[in-house]
């Protein structure tokens, strides 16, 4: 017996001009954490011209597009996504001009490139928030932000109950000009991250005319930090109860997921529109529910928005099929693709996540839920160092670290400094390649046995994850019927065993993954195209080893 995903699916939302392919509802992008990818400069740090040397690498490994996470100037509190001047390049990376030089040449690679931008705070060095200190109460600049008169009888306390998602209050106190304690501002993040007022023009203004600032460059798209907590539920309102951050993602709650949001958005998928390319923008927008996160994809709202639903399911057959039901459920019913992601700078990288404690288990699930997320109809999202097989560094001193969460939580459990450590290139002793200088500084320490993770260590090793990733993005570019889509239909299988099979005037395609730790036997749907574990096909039925994926083409 099959089930489809849905009975109906539904037509292309607005009509795309004629020949226009709609690149970003099939792509493979790749995010690069600037610090961490490659430095150019031998200073520890990765930089824009770093990246720019490390292009035909990503050409080489077969993706579409590559995101920037911040490279802006920045104070760093928050690892750029402070921003002080969004018009400028933060001397660490480079200057506007390697910004230049780096869309040019992905470009003529073939490569788009997408950036991030961080509307929902800016940094305490922002020239706007500077300025709102010196002029102190009264000044119009503080109605750009959220500034408010404490509670208490001298104002000694914060003006609601929200938190901080890094920890502790939402809201810190000023001193005004004149010494007093004065009033205080909201940060949803770090105190040097006030979030701006979006109530207020002047701020759709300015970051209308940053968005055409970029785009003028050339960029091809927008990954939009905190894209679901721009506006605030009126009145501020207390929320009652105090761990408000496992609530994030499950329960509404008065300082994300406002419905107001999403006139912003249509107003910047209006720009969007003005400039040829077919540019884009891709939310980042933590959400209750799938379906709420499909109100950001609506035709003339978003292009993408990340499938933290999808992220943050385990390794259990039913759970999987259920979130990937719903997803491409909720997606087709607004036109918009699904997208696929496993890791990025914010979570534990899933070979670790994944592991349970064996790292060879981690490894083998790894490339499983590689296969099977490059599988499924839309887009999916890789973060750079994944095709590596890199785990998460879980044992960096905590001298080291360097996540404003780190210092403000309850230390190493939590925090994002082990997905960002450096990634190794070549070479036998750290950095391994990572700067110009051999036994050079990288600004996070890598594990010593990451010798045998390098680039130059797999390359060319046809059982490395590197080749398996290059092999998978090859096949999915070349085969019909993967790609973009909006359907699948699930075939029947034992219990831990996903299979379902997608369909077009093309040719058709199967994937299927044992979820389990022991072998199963399975019908041998047609020719074996790749696999994530050593697999021998027979004619009628195969054997599938544990945590192994395999694409066939039926």
């Not at 920045?74 to 230049?100: K, W």
């Not at 205080?184 to 002047?202: C, G, I, S, T």
């Not at 709202?301 to 491409?328: K, M, P």
Request: proline residues 8%; glycine residues 10%; aromatic residues 10%.
């Amino acid at each position: 017996m099959t089930q489809h995903v849905t009975d109906t699916v539904p037509t292309e939302a607005s009509a795309a001009a004629p020949g226009r392919r709609e690149w970003w509802r099939d792509a493979v992008i790749y995010q690069v954490y600037p610090r961490s990818f490659a430095d150019g400069n031998g200073d520890g740090m990765g930089d824009l011209p770093g990246i720019r040397a490390r292009l035909p690498y990503l050409k080489k490994l077969g993706v579409d597009a590559v995101w920037l996470s911040p490279f802006y100037a920045s104070p760093q509190a928050d690892a750029g996504y402070d921003v002080a001047d969004y018009r400028a390049i933060d001397p660490m990376f480079g200057t506007l001009t390697d910004a230049d030089d780096l869309v040019r040449d992905a470009h003529a690679l073939g490569l788009r490139v997408i950036v991030d931008v961080v509307p929902n705070h800016c940094s305490d060095q922002h020239e706007w928030f500077k300025q709102a200190l010196r002029e102190g109460p009264g000044s119009p600049l503080r109605d750009r932000f959220h500034f408010r008169a404490g509670k208490g009888e001298s104002g000694e306390l914060p003006p609601n109950d929200w938190e901080s998602i890094f920890g502790g209050p939402a809201w810190t106190r000023v001193t005004e000009p004149d010494g007093t304690p004065g009033q205080w501002y909201l940060h949803l993040f770090a105190p040097e991250q006030p979030d701006f007022n979006w109530d207020h023009p002047a701020v759709h203004d300015e970051f209308r005319s940053i968005l055409r600032f970029w785009l003028d460059l050339g960029i091809d798209g927008f990954r939009i930090d905190v894209a679901h907590g721009l506006v605030k539920a009126a009145g501020l309102p207390d929320i009652g109860h105090d761990e408000q951050v496992k609530l994030l993602g499950t329960q509404a709650v008065p300082y994300f997921d406002q419905d107001g949001v999403h006139e912003i958005y249509r107003s910047w998928r209006r720009i969007l529109e003005e400039y040829a390319g077919d540019r884009i923008a891709v939310a980042e927008a933590w959400t209750p529910t799938v379906e709420r996160s499909a109100l950001y994809l609506r035709p003339d709202e978003l292009h993408q928005a990340f499938n933290f639903s999808y992220l943050t399911t385990g390794w259990d057959a039913d759970e999987l099929r259920d979130v990937i039901d719903r997803s491409l459920r909720a997606m087709n019913a607004v036109h918009a693709p699904a997208t696929w992601v496993l890791s990025n700078h914010d979570v534990v990288r899933h070979s670790t996540r994944l592991a349970e404690g064996d790292e060879a288990r981690g490894q083998r699930r790894a490339r499983a839920a590689t296969l099977l997320m490059l599988a499924l109809p839309g887009s999916a999202y890789l973060y750079q160092g994944e095709e590596l097989g890199l785990p998460e560094v879980v044992d960096l001193p905590d001298e080291v670290r360097q996540d404003p969460a780190f210092f403000r939580s309850s230390g190493q459990d939590g925090t994002r400094d082990g997905c960002r450590v450096p990634l190794p290139w070549s070479g036998q002793l750290p950095p391994f390649g990572f700067g110009p200088v051999e036994g050079g500084p990288s600004w996070l320490p890598q594990p010593a046995d990451w010798r045998t993770l390098t680039v130059e260590a797999q390359e060319g090793d046809p059982g490395s994850t590197l080749e398996f990733y290059r092999s998978a993005l090859a096949v999915r570019r070349e085969h019909p019927a993967l790609g973009a889509g909006r359907q699948i239909t699930w075939l029947d299988s034992p219990e831990g065993v996903l299979v379902f099979r997608r369909d077009t005037d093309e040719g058709s395609f199967v994937c299927t993954v044992n979820l389990t730790a022991s072998p199963v036997t399975v019908a041998t749907p047609g020719t074996l195209l790749l696999a994530s574990s050593d697999v021998e096909p027979g004619a009628d039925l195969t054997q599938l080893p544990g945590d192994c994926a395999v694409w066939w083409a039926a």
